[in-house]
């Protein structure tokens, strides 16, 4: 009988160092889409409280009443 040869498609080095790629590209595209959506939370949340902390620390020191009013 005659051997057996496997059968597939293109070379086994190219297929893995390409699903390699894939992979690290993907996780990175996961990854900053996350931290966009936390950087954006913490902006949104954040960005008043940090206003008038900056404030309240400033010469004069004004109240916090003065610092909430639109006048």
Not at 20 to 31: C, D, I, L, P
Request: overall charge positive; cysteine-free.
């Amino acid at each position: 009988m005659a051997p057996k040869v496997a059968k597939g498609k293109g070379k086994a080095g190219k297929g893995s160092k390409g699903a390699e790629g894939a992979s690290v590209t993907k996780r990175v595209k996961v990854w900053s889409t996350w931290a966009m959506k936390k950087a954006k939370v913490v902006a949104h949340y954040g960005f008043i409280p940090l206003i008038i902390v900056i404030g309240m620390n400033s010469e004069p020191k004004p109240h916090v009443s003065q610092l909430l009013s639109p006048v």
